[in-house]
């Protein structure tokens, strides 16, 4: 058995390494490479990723994947080698329900769609992308079709990343959500505005740069492993275990923008640093589902970098970078600055309290888009009505509006935005729970230090990577199911207190 394990290992670390070429391609295209690469670029990232599905669709993998399953029985459920084994199981059965020449047609299609978009938004020409859109609906439906006997067309492509969620599931947590929610949001829109005007002002890109490099690296990213580059679209990536990557952008009028974003993406970037090396290789060696991984760059970014006792280490090193913009400015305003609830157009620059309602809005668009009762060409239209009625406020433009994400444009529709508003349940979850196993956290955030918090999250969280599905994963964490209730309470407390509620 360990023989034929090892020959699984070895199939499977073939499989790890073309994605991951697929990835670093992917990262090339979104920071240094020329617009004239594209097409060619699409070729690229097709051959790999068809060269990735055909090797783990080998013949050799099921029959390996059968032989070994009487050994996965005899072993704990939490042993590296049954978890080995399961996701490899779950890989190879998603894999070989879809055809390579279709995966390749797809992947292919999502890089050139890629760059059309980026040329698109500033331009605020959806005229340019919505023809690259209608064939990627076609595409999302076609590969939902590989996996017949489902509720919703949407579960197939739900499912791919968030084993055991449901379209079904999702409208049910997201109604008790909005629920809760909209009270909140109102109560705070009947207060007088809060000031941000100190976050608007001229700040130098280098030196905004460093200093948020500065605070990731007290927060505990790795830059032996790691580095940060600039973008369109701030997201992280990984090669291996031993280099991964994030990106941001940079406006000079918006001190925010940046520094958010970098905390952000490194909180997905210490999760991917934190899985246990030996996992190295394998479906093991990476984040379990989009939720978990969102839970972790906005636990970094929100209740940790967004909180008081963050401020109170590092407001003053801000201010000796900016003494000009900062130096009158008192810790409280700027806390509240950063923390300022107002109904916005961008979902990435959403506060915490209207942010769901976000993704709701596209969570409810693509059912609609899959079920076929929305026409691409109907969509932004219908993305201003469902603003203007959920936010009370419209975007003039298409860059502001149908075209401000670029999920739809390197990806597929249906199954991507779900994980955001998950992740921010789950943040208060993990972190309620590390709370309640070290009560001296918030203390330490105050002294700038935050090996303790990384350390839990490291053991119960991050080391695991994906032998256990998410479901497990919170259980044996916080000894309860997903629930709603961390998150709320966590909400009502910080805005209570802030807005006087």
Do not use: C
């Given at each position: 058995m360990k023989e034929k394990l090892d020959e699984l290992k070895g199939l499977l670390t073939e499989v790890y390494d073309l994605e991951h070429v697929g990835a670093l391609?992917?990262?090339?295209?979104?920071?240094?490479?020329?617009?004239?690469?594209?097409?060619?670029?699409?070729?690229?990232?097709?051959?790999?990723?068809?060269?990735?599905?055909?090797?783990?669709?080998?013949?050799?993998?099921?029959?390996?994947?059968?032989?070994l399953q009487p050994y996965e029985e005899s072993l704990p459920y939490d042993s590296d080698d049954a978890g080995l084994i399961r996701a490899a199981r779950r890989k190879f059965e998603k894999a070989t329900k879809v055809p390579s020449s279709f995966m390749s047609k797809l992947i292919s299609h999502q890089a050139e769609t890629y760059q059309v978009w980026m040329e698109a938004r500033p331009a605020d020409d959806f005229s340019k992308v919505r023809p690259y859109l209608e064939k990627t609906l076609e595409y999302s439906r076609e590969?939902?079709?590989?996996?017949?006997?489902?509720?919703?067309?949407?579960?197939p492509l739900i499912d791919y990343d968030n084993e055991g969620v449901t379209a079904s599931t999702l409208r049910q947590l997201f109604g008790e959500l909005r629920e809760q929610l909209m009270p909140l949001v109102q109560a705070v829109a009947e207060k007088e505005p809060v000031d941000d005007s100190c976050l608007k002002q001229w700040y130098p890109e280098t030196a905004q740069w460093d200093f948020g490099l500065d605070v990731i690296r007290q927060l505990g990213y790795d830059f032996h492993r790691g580095r940060q580059d600039k973008?369109?679209?701030?997201f992280m990536t990984k090669f291996s275990l031993g280099d991964v990557r994030i990106t941001t952008r940079v406006r000079e009028n918006d001190l925010g923008e940046a520094l958010f974003s970098t905390i952000h993406e490194s909180g997905h970037a210490m999760y991917e640093q934190g899985i246990s090396m030996d996992f190295e290789?394998?479906?093991?060696?990476?984040?379990?589902?989009?939720?978990?991984?969102?839970?972790?760059?906005?636990?970094?970014?929100?209740?940790?970098?967004?909180?008081?006792?963050?401020?109170?280490?590092?407001?003053?090193?801000?201010?000796?970078?900016?003494?000009?913009?900062l130096g009158s400015v008192s810790l409280d305003t700027f806390h509240r600055a950063v923390n300022k609830v107002q109904p916005s157009l961008i979902r990435t620059a959403a506060d915490e309290l209207t942010y769901n309602l976000h993704v709701m809005i596209r969570f409810d668009l693509e059912?609609?888009?899959?079920?076929?009762?929305?026409?691409?060409?109907?969509?932004?239209e219908v993305w201003r009505e469902r603003y203007r009625s959920d936010l009370g406020i419209a975007p003039k433009d298409d860059a502001d509006g149908v075209l401000q994400d670029v999920h739809w444009h390197m990806g597929i529709i249906g199954g991507m935005f779900q994980g955001y508003?998950?992740?921010?349940?789950?943040?208060?979850?993990?972190y309620e729970a590390g709370l309640k196993a070290h009560p001296e956290i918030p203390d330490q955030i105050r002294e700038g230090k935050f090996d303790t918090l990384h350390g839990w999250l490291?053991?119960?969280i991050y080391r695991h990577g994906s032998k256990f599905t998410a479901q497990e994963l919170t259980e044996r964490a916080t000894g309860s199911p997903l629930t709603i209730d961390p998150y709320i309470r966590y909400l009502k407390n910080?805005?209570?207190?802030?807005?006087?509620?």
């Open positions: 391609l992917h990262w090339d295209q979104s920071t240094y490479m020329p617009g004239g690469g594209a097409a060619a670029r699409g070729r690229q990232s097709s051959i790999v990723e068809r060269l990735a599905h055909e090797k783990m669709t080998d013949s050799r993998i099921g029959r390996l994947l059968e032989q590969l939902a079709a590989y996996f017949p006997g489902y509720e919703h067309i949407a579960d973008t369109h679209h701030p290789g394998t479906p093991l060696a990476e984040g379990v589902s989009p939720g978990v991984h969102e839970s972790q760059s906005r636990l970094w970014e929100n209740i940790v970098g967004r909180s008081r006792g963050f401020w109170e280490h590092f407001y003053p090193k801000l201010q000796k970078v900016f003494p000009e913009q059912l609609a888009l899959l079920e076929g009762k929305l026409d691409i060409k109907d969509l932004p508003t998950l992740g921010n349940i789950l943040s208060a979850q993990y490291k053991e119960n910080k805005f209570g207190e802030m807005y006087s509620l």
